[in-house]
């Protein structure tokens, strides 16, 4: 099955840096990679997605590339806010439509 | 419109015990997933429904676990005799299509097994 590796597992920027989170997944026959945002006590929030037809989408300040030939795909926050804060998680799909998520990566955004 | 809402969002149980988590998803929307979530992990897929018919179930750890959703829209998740592994959050997710489409979640239901 699917197996979706996520790096790294924390990071601490200053206020107004970029922060970037890189995924690998195993699957190539995945399509389909969105990003979740999750502040404690919450579900998953859906912030960017991308699917395999597509390099780059970017949103405001948020930016996901994808290279489907190394099987990777990454997370940019430019401009970082301190309610950037949170865990952040990526997740690729698999034949059965669900969801295989990474490990998550714990943002903190000081002031 | 309203989001997946769960309830209930706490439950403390004790081991042996027989729990009931419900999952009401978006309206209307077809797809509805189970996952597990442990401290410190991502979520984990459990079971998958299209309307009524769960049609994978590959996640569930054990016989012990159960889901229905009988009507296509709200559904149950059934732990039996739990054990304190089954300790984590269960989040709901639903889904507008039966394809590969953005999945909304609720905000889980932390299950603690004393």
């Known amino acids: 099955g699917e197996n979706v590796e996520q790096h790294p597992s924390t990071l601490s920027v200053q206020e107004g840096d970029s922060a970037v989170i890189k995924c690998t997944y195993s699957?190539?026959?995945?399509?389909?990679f969105p990003w979740y945002k999750q502040e404690l006590g919450k579900g998953p929030q859906l912030i960017i997605d991308?699917?395999?037809?597509?390099g780059e989408k970017k949103d405001q300040r948020i930016a996901v590339t994808l290279n489907k030939t190394a099987k990777h795909f990454s997370l940019h926050i430019t401009e970082t806010q301190p309610e950037d804060s949170a865990v952040y998680f990526c997740?690729?799909?698999?034949?059965?439509?669900?969801?295989?998520f990474g490990s998550g990566t714990r943002l903190q955004v000081q002031p | 419109g309203a989001g997946v809402s769960q309830s209930p969002r706490y439950k403390v149980a004790k081991r042996g015990q027989d729990v009931a988590l419900r999952c009401d998803p978006i309206?209307?929307?077809?797809?509805l997933f189970w996952y597990q979530q442990a401290l410190g992990q991502g979520p984990e897929f459990l079971t998958y429904?299209?309307?009524?018919?769960?049609?994978?179930k590959s996640g569930l750890p054990s016989d012990r676990f159960f889901a229905e959703r009988p009507e296509g829209s709200v559904s149950t998740l059934k732990i039996q005799r739990t054990q304190q592994e089954d300790s984590a959050v269960y989040l709901c997710?639903?889904?507008?299509?039966?394809?590969?489409?953005?999945?909304?979640f609720g905000p889980g239901t932390r299950l603690t097994v004393l």
């Open positions: 997710a639903s889904s507008r299509r039966q394809g590969k489409d953005t999945q909304y």
């Open positions: 699957d190539s026959a995945s399509n389909y």
């Open positions: 991308i699917r395999s037809n597509v």
């Open positions: 997740a690729a799909d698999t034949g059965r439509r669900a969801l295989t």
């Open positions: 309206s209307g929307h077809v797809s």
């Open positions: 429904f299209q309307n009524e018919a769960q049609l994978d």
